[in-house]
């Protein structure tokens, strides 16, 4: 498909939505599931790209791993050959190798990795050539980057001969996600020690525990339906495989979306999403959540509600330039992104006077979440969204699920 619009529903939305299961568990989890030497039995792993090229690389004995646009992929992948001293080349599509590894690579080296870059300092493609322990267990890293490489190092830990002891310097970026793989490594039986007052980490040497584990569906997924009910006039979602107290820092949607109209009562097979009254305007820092920014984004331009944004600064180096993306796309809004502090606070703003005459077009960007989170503006007036394909990454059967509650159509 090139595009397809999607058209404002005819009658009261009505659903229960089976989501698909959340890619940031999955990858943690297959990654665990490779250094139990694949004992572990995992359920409900995810059908997201992401996660199928993760589970195909590590059954692979091919020596270039091209891990396409994935960057959990990639970053995680990257120190497992590395640690269990496989000889492998790492790339992916031109915007992957434009994505930089750096912080990553060094620290890998400092524990006795043998990495070379084939073209560019500190970004893809890169030759894994061997491991041999270095002895030294101290990583020092900054926070601020990327969570990935933090959970990258931290997953692998267990396998290193004196584990490994992390220290992050400045803000600590995305700190669930980091929460996350601790507390599935915790299950599967390493026993960690974060202190976040010092930003330190601890992982000992020990072996992960073969174990049964479950995969909660995606919060991610779940934060385009907590817009559609936002946005639509009258609606009632069910979304299934959702836990109250999940790993996943995107289920902060719960408390960003009651200022936005939507209350959320959990269910014994996950959660109900009903109407309210939502607030004029909201202010909320991302930096543990940074893959809700474009959908809040698009919700409060779409509802005239404004928008203070801070904590988006590692939306620059995503599948793409998610700042610039959304500035261009939600001009077609009659709405707008405005930096008031540099690379610090954003605002959205709104034009309640703007009439679109005929269906904005948005482009995508080769980025899964610019498809998904403007989609629901289609529950007001008509939208195109371009690359519609682009959703495999994360949400395979998005657009099916959207059909249960609307009509779109191919152009």
Request: proline share 6%; with cysteine; aromatic share 8%.
């Given at each position: 498909m090139?595009?397809?619009?999607?058209?404002?529903?005819?009658?009261?939305?009505?659903?229960?939505?089976?989501?698909?299961?959340?890619?940031?568990?999955?990858?943690?989890?297959l990654?665990?599931?490779?250094?139990?030497?694949?004992?572990?039995?995992?359920?409900?792993?995810?059908?997201?790209?992401?996660?199928?090229?993760?589970?195909?690389?590590?059954?692979?004995?091919?020596?270039?791993?091209?891990?396409?646009?994935?960057?959990?992929?990639?970053?995680?992948?990257?120190?497992?050959?590395a640690?269990?001293?496989?000889?492998?080349?790492?790339?992916?599509?031109?915007r992957?190798?434009?994505?930089?590894?750096?912080?990553?690579?060094d620290?890998?080296?400092?524990?006795?990795?043998?990495?070379?870059?084939?073209?560019?300092q500190?970004?893809?493609?890169?030759?894994?050539?061997?491991f041999?322990?270095?002895?030294?267990?101290?990583?020092t890293?900054?926070?601020?980057?990327?969570?990935?490489?933090?959970?990258?190092?931290?997953?692998?830990?267990?396998?290193?001969?004196?584990?490994?002891n992390?220290?992050?310097?400045?803000e600590?970026?995305?700190?669930?996600?980091i929460e996350?793989?601790?507390?599935?490594?915790?299950?599967?039986?390493?026993?960690y020690?974060?202190?976040?007052e010092?930003?330190?980490?601890?992982?000992?040497?020990?072996?992960?525990?073969?174990?049964?584990?479950?995969?909660?569906?995606?919060?991610?997924?779940?934060?385009?339906?907590?817009?559609?009910v936002?946005?639509?006039?009258?609606?009632?979602?069910?979304?299934?495989g959702?836990?109250?107290?999940?790993?996943?820092?995107?289920?902060?949607?719960?408390?960003?979306?009651?200022?936005?109209?939507?209350e959320?009562?959990?269910?014994?097979?996950?959660?109900?999403?009903?109407?309210?009254?939502?607030?004029?305007?909201?202010?909320?820092?991302f930096?543990?959540?940074?893959?809700?920014?474009?959908?809040?984004?698009?919700?409060?331009?779409?509802?005239?509600?404004?928008?203070?944004?801070?904590?988006?600064?590692?939306?620059?180096?995503?599948?793409?330039?998610?700042?610039?993306?959304?500035q261009?796309?939600?001009?077609?809004?009659?709405?707008?992104?405005?930096?008031?502090?540099?690379?610090h606070?954003?605002?959205?703003?709104?034009?309640?006077?703007?009439?679109?005459?005929?269906?904005?077009?948005?482009?995508?960007?080769?980025?899964?979440?610019?498809?998904?989170?403007?989609?629901?503006?289609?529950?007001?007036?008509?939208?195109?969204?371009?690359?519609?394909?682009?959703?495999?990454?994360?949400?395979?059967?998005?657009?099916?699920?959207?059909?249960?509650?609307t009509?779109?159509?191919?152009?």
């Amino acid at each position: 498909m090139k595009s397809i619009l999607v058209n404002p529903p005819k009658q009261p939305i009505k659903a229960v939505i089976q989501l698909a299961a959340s890619k940031s568990e999955c990858n943690r989890a297959l990654i665990i599931n490779a250094l139990t030497g694949f004992k572990s039995e995992l359920s409900n792993i995810s059908e997201a790209r992401d996660s199928q090229t993760m589970q195909r690389l590590l059954g692979s004995g091919d020596h270039i791993a091209d891990v396409i646009d994935a960057g959990t992929t990639m970053r995680f992948l990257t120190a497992y050959f590395a640690v269990t001293n496989q000889s492998k080349t790492m790339t992916g599509t031109p915007r992957m190798c434009e994505r930089p590894i750096g912080i990553l690579v060094d620290a890998l080296r400092v524990l006795g990795a043998d990495i070379t870059y084939e073209k560019e300092q500190g970004y893809p493609p890169l030759k894994l050539n061997g491991f041999n322990y270095s002895g030294t267990n101290e990583i020092t890293m900054r926070g601020d980057v990327s969570s990935q490489y933090i959970s990258a190092l931290l997953l692998i830990a267990p396998e290193l001969p004196g584990g490994i002891n992390i220290k992050l310097e400045g803000e600590v970026g995305s700190k669930p996600y980091i929460e996350m793989t601790l507390n599935q490594m915790a299950y599967f039986g390493i026993d960690y020690k974060a202190d976040w007052e010092t930003n330190t980490i601890h992982v000992p040497p020990l072996k992960y525990q073969p174990k049964p584990y479950a995969i909660e569906s995606d919060w991610s997924g779940a934060s385009y339906w907590y817009s559609i009910v936002a946005l639509a006039e009258e609606a009632e979602v069910e979304l299934l495989g959702l836990k109250k107290d999940s790993l996943q820092g995107d289920s902060a949607i719960v408390d960003i979306m009651r200022h936005l109209g939507v209350e959320s009562v959990f269910t014994d097979g996950g959660v109900l999403l009903t109407k309210i009254p939502a607030a004029p305007s909201i202010g909320w820092d991302f930096t543990d959540c940074p893959d809700l920014a474009q959908t809040v984004a698009v919700c409060c331009a779409v509802k005239n509600i404004r928008l203070s944004m801070t904590g988006v600064e590692s939306l620059k180096i995503k599948e793409t330039d998610r700042i610039f993306a959304l500035q261009e796309e939600l001009k077609k809004l009659g709405a707008g992104l405005k930096e008031i502090e540099k690379d610090h606070l954003y605002e959205v703003s709104v034009n309640k006077d703007a009439v679109l005459t005929t269906p904005p077009s948005i482009h995508t960007y080769d980025d899964h979440r610019m498809a998904m989170a403007f989609a629901p503006a289609g529950m007001v007036s008509p939208i195109i969204i371009e690359e519609p394909g682009v959703v495999v990454k994360s949400y395979p059967g998005y657009w099916k699920d959207l059909a249960k509650v609307t009509s779109w159509e191919e152009m």
